[in-house]
């Protein structure tokens, strides 16, 4: 008896759990003339909340993604990814699509909620991972960050109509006119609240830095901060953004933890 264990993944927002399913399948062995029963245990991804997005960048495909980059920040987020992919690097793996607030101690991703920002690095950290341990939560790394933001810009192509090198310039280059920063439209001169800012389902791009980790091959001494804008100071960058904040006790007063899940 032989027995084979296959784990799939599979979009479906219209259930908010994991099912598991068991079903055999029979091959037979010519050299052997035998029959073997092969168990296959399915595992189907179903968010736990409709705020949850699933990304398989090995998936990416189309003429947006064989864009030409025309910018610095547009040929740094082609090289991350294509180097991933050419390392066979590349994974699917579960963000949100909103900002974090915290309550009581805890990570709550919920729309119109206050963000908070008054967490060191290894604060975030620590809290992420508690988030969903069944479900390997952890601190977003600068790969998956780059493919979350890739995402975005095939939603925009695909779904929104937005010209490639549009989508690719607000992205990157531009960002004032998707996100929350000092020189976009109806500014604030504090935080938006959680849920802010529609753009092809994912919410509160710019407002607050997001904090990521570097890729497990790189070494790091500190925490990398990504696109976001700060507020007090008027110093503001694109989404594609990303570098070195500080060490992991720095208290991030204009940053929120990103964080991703198997």
Known sequence: MGFKRIIRFQ?????GQEKQVNSTLETSDSS??????????ERIWRPESPLECRIDPRSFEGEWIEHQPTTKRQEETMMIYQDAK???????????TIDPSVKDGKLVYQKGMPIRTIFSYRQW????????????????TRTEY?????????????????KIEVAWR???DASEEIGHYCDSD?????????????VCGFYDLGNAYKLIKEDPWKETRGFLAAGGDCLARGWESPVADIGYLGDVDYVAKYGVGMLAMD
């Open 170 to 172: 607000k992205l990157c």
């Open 186 to 198: 109806n500014f604030r001169e504090r935080f938006e609240p959680t849920g802010s800012r529609n």
């Open 146 to 162: 780059v493919c979350r933001n890739l995402f975005i810009i095939q939603k925009m192509v695909e779904e929104s109509g937005y």
């Open 32 to 41: 052997k003339n035998d029959t073997l029963k092969v168990e296959q245990l």
């Open 11 to 15: 979009n479906d927002f219209e259930q």
């Open 86 to 96: 050419d390392k066979g690097r590349l994974h699917p793996f579960t963000c949100m």
């Open 125 to 140: 950290e620590k809290m992420i991972i508690n988030y969903n341990l069944s479900r390997n939560s952890r601190m977003m």
